[in-house]
């Protein structure tokens, strides 16, 4: 019932940028947390940033201070500032919203880093 769209992502070469953005819509009342994990061929889906309802944000050990996640209320999304991107960044990137007791995904964006 909720679905969550992503917007971003794209080929960027090491050292760049880039900002993905997540929109929830249908029932999304009661949120309780959002945020993005991310899919290299090969490789265990990995937690990169998590928003709880409380404010608190976690990251991934790799991330070093380089992406911060936000949150906009009114809007029902969730941003994630990507900065001094590695080739290692390279993977699908998926959103991820917890609604009451069920999870969503996002349909995933691909982020390629260019060395």
């Known amino acids: 019932q909720v679905q969550l769209v992503q917007s971003g992502g794209g080929l960027v070469q090491a050292g760049g940028s880039l900002r993905l953005s997540c929109a929830a819509s249908?029932?999304?009342?009661?949120?309780?947390?959002m945020g993005w994990y991310r899919q290299a061929p090969g490789k265990r889906r990995e937690l990169v940033a998590r928003?709880?309802?409380?404010?608190?944000?976690l990251y991934g050990d790799f991330v070093k201070g380089r992406f911060t996640i936000a949150g906009d209320n009114a809007n029902n999304s969730v941003y994630l500032q990507m900065n001094s991107l590695k080739p290692e960044d390279k993977a699908v990137y998926f959103c991820?919203?917890?609604?009451?007791?069920?999870?969503?995904w996002g349909q995933g964006t691909q982020v390629t880093v260019s060395s």
């Open positions: 991820y919203s917890r609604v009451g007791d069920r999870d969503y």
């Open positions: 249908g029932s999304a009342e009661g949120i309780e947390a």
């Open positions: 928003l709880i309802k409380s404010g608190v944000r």
